[in-house]
């Protein structure tokens, strides 16, 4: 049995595959010997299928010392081989037996995409457990709520309030040193909010916005009236008893859409006759 290390080392070979390879067959014997050595260089190379030895791109001269040649006998023999389209060559030089090298780049990408997978999925596992943690709440000293815990309260509650209770609590168990006494702070300030009938947000935002809109409504009408009143002031006496008695006499025919030119002092004069 072989260990890791040595499994390493054995490179398989496929003879049917070599004995097929015209392009390598129609080489000659010494481009053939040099590319069995390039190939086993390949093998052991830490990206397996580029030409590394001892992690960097081999020079003409580092091969011919390696394979007991000269640097023009490599140069040529390795010209030999690309003519022959036995290996491949990147833009940089490096070369390649993309049958080793193809496998190893398919490998490669699938452990990144795992990896980056993995950083993303612990990154969101790690917030999300970070967010059911409970830790001080910033500026009070005892009182521990989780983020998710927090985030409700100001939500039902709004935030003057839920800051007063949690003063409350916290001036509390520190004046009485009652650190262990509440072991759940979060149902302990809800407790304390429902003993004193805190209303939730929903239940009083509803009337507040009612409120609101009626304020609104008359604010409206004051500031129709107040044109209307500076409309009509601006006419001659004569022309306001007419624009009356216009608008009385559209009422009583049960008209109101304005035609005349003064239509719209008309139109207000009806909306105040029926308010009146």
Not at 131 to 137: D, F, H, P, R
Not at 227 to 236: H, T, V
Request: glycine share 6%; aromatic share 8%.
């Amino acid at each position: 049995m072989t260990n890791d290390n040595n499994a390493k080392n054995i490179m398989p070979f496929d003879v049917n595959a070599y004995l097929s390879d015209t392009e390598l067959l129609l080489s000659s014997m010494s481009a053939q010997g040099l590319w069995a050595r390039l190939l086993m260089w390949m093998w052991k190379s830490e990206y397996r299928g580029k030409l590394y030895i001892n992690g960097k791109q081999p020079t003409s001269k580092n091969l011919a010392t390696l394979c007991g040649t000269t640097e023009q006998e490599i140069n040529k023999l390795i010209e030999e081989l690309k003519k022959n389209k036995v290996c491949d060559v990147f833009a940089d030089g490096t070369i390649i037996n993309r049958r080793m090298y193809e496998p190893e780049r398919k490998k490669r990408e699938l452990s990144k995409k795992r990896a980056e997978a993995g950083h993303k999925g612990g990154v969101a596992h790690s917030k999300q457990k970070d967010s059911k943690i409970k830790k001080k709440v910033s500026g009070f000293g005892y009182v521990y709520l989780t983020k998710e815990e927090l985030d409700r309260l100001v939500k039902d509650y709004g935030k003057k309030i839920v800051k007063i209770y949690i003063e409350r609590l916290n001036n509390y168990i520190g004046s009485q040193g009652l650190q262990n006494k509440y072991v759940d702070h979060n149902l302990t300030i809800r407790n304390w909010m429902n003993r004193d009938n805190i209303a939730k947000k929903e239940v009083f935002e509803a009337p507040m916005r009612a409120r609101d809109d009626e304020q609104k409504r008359i604010v409206k009408e004051k500031q129709a009236q107040d044109k209307f009143d500076i409309m009509f002031k601006a006419l001659s006496p004569e022309k306001q008893e007419k624009l009356k008695d216009e608008a009385v006499e559209r009422l009583k025919m049960g008209k109101k859409t304005i035609i005349s030119r003064e239509g719209a002092i008309v139109k207000s004069m009806i909306k105040q006759i029926l308010k009146d």
